[in-house]
């Protein structure tokens, strides 16, 4: 897979906006969207356009169908949830955009039976994403409570190759390393030294790198290094350290 070929087109879909449009009017924030019939069409909508945007691995797309992204925003996001735009999860804390989704995965160009480490689990979407798509995932957040919630909410769905823990991203998971794959949900300013070390040869990590504005990168490992490419510029979340903050939200 060339990620040169994944740049983005830059078209949006009408029709599922005014279909998206029709649906906050009709249905009340309260109700349970998973009693409602059009959600699986709602998220075939969903990927059909992230489809038109250059994204083409068909498990990636059957994996984005398959999750109730609805189910991992408040309840008062959840109208919007199949729109292709980011949701507010609160404490400065948001679930990305399904295409940004779709596209770092398919980026991590996944086996069935590789072993990935996911620095930001947020709500556990993007989690969920990975879990239909490689063996096992393991996934850290810095938000003790965010941590809590998402493990809950991935073993309420059924995601049973998943574990979670709160920590500090940088540090990685090193008991559990090497893994065939690393992601970052977050930027940080520079690459961590100890996410490459936990990376085995041949891998692939898929992260947002800068401050204020980043590049999207795929970095593969090397017995000689690392060789990396930039893919798209992306305004991601900054990466937090430990020290720099409560894992507390307040």
């Given at each position: 897979?060339?990620?040169?070929s994944?740049?983005?087109?830059?078209l949006?879909?009408?029709?599922?906006?005014?279909?998206?449009?029709?649906m906050?009017?009709?249905?009340?924030?309260a109700?349970?969207?998973a009693?409602?019939?059009?959600?699986?069409?709602?998220?075939?909508?969903?990927?059909?356009e992230?489809?038109?945007?250059?994204?083409?691995?068909?498990?990636v797309?059957?994996?984005?169908?398959?999750?109730?992204?609805h189910?991992?925003?408040?309840?008062s996001?959840?109208p919007?949830?199949?729109?292709?735009?980011?949701?507010?999860?609160?404490?400065?804390?948001?679930?990305?955009?399904?295409?940004?989704?779709?596209?770092m995965?398919?980026?991590?160009?996944?086996?069935?039976?590789?072993?990935?480490?996911?620095?930001?689990?947020g709500?556990?979407?993007?989690?969920?994403?990975?879990s239909?798509?490689?063996g096992?995932?393991?996934?850290?957040?810095?938000?003790?409570?965010?941590?809590?919630?998402?493990?809950?909410?991935?073993?309420r769905?059924?995601?049973n190759?998943?574990?979670?823990?709160?920590?500090?991203g940088?540090?990685?998971?090193?008991?559990?390393?090497?893994?065939?794959?690393?992601i970052?949900?977050?930027?940080?300013?520079?690459?961590?030294?100890?996410?490459?070390?936990?990376?085995?040869?041949?891998?692939?990590?898929?992260?947002?790198?800068?401050?204020?504005?980043?590049?999207?990168?795929?970095?593969k490992?090397?017995?000689?290094?690392?060789?990396?490419?930039?893919?798209i510029?992306?305004?991601?979340?900054?990466?937090?350290?430990?020290?720099?903050?409560?894992?507390v939200?307040?």
């Open positions: 897979m060339n990620p040169k994944l740049r983005p087109k830059i949006r879909s009408a029709s599922l906006a005014a279909l998206l449009a029709v906050a009017i009709t249905l009340p924030a109700k349970s969207l009693q409602d019939e059009s959600l699986p069409d709602l998220r075939r909508s969903m990927v059909d992230i489809r038109t945007r250059g994204v083409a691995d068909s498990r797309l059957d994996a984005m169908v398959a999750v109730p992204r189910d991992f925003v408040p309840a996001q959840r919007k949830a199949y729109e292709d735009s980011t949701l507010s999860l609160g404490h400065g804390q948001t679930v990305y955009q399904p295409y940004i989704v779709a596209l995965t398919e980026l991590l160009d996944l086996g069935p039976s590789d072993k990935v480490l996911e620095i930001g689990t709500s556990g979407y993007h989690t969920a994403v990975l239909r798509v490689a096992r995932v393991y996934s850290m957040e810095i938000i003790e409570q965010f941590a809590r919630d998402a493990r809950r909410r991935l073993d769905l059924g995601y190759n998943v574990e979670v823990r709160a920590g500090d940088y540090q990685g998971w090193p008991e559990a390393a090497p893994f065939d794959a690393i970052l949900t977050a930027a940080p300013p520079e690459l961590p030294q100890s996410l490459v070390d936990q990376l085995r040869v041949g891998g692939k990590m898929v992260a947002p790198v800068g401050e204020f504005f980043q590049d999207l990168r795929v970095i490992k090397t017995r000689d290094g690392i060789e990396t490419e930039s893919v510029p992306v305004r991601l979340q900054p990466m937090e350290r430990q020290e720099n903050r409560s894992l939200p307040p």
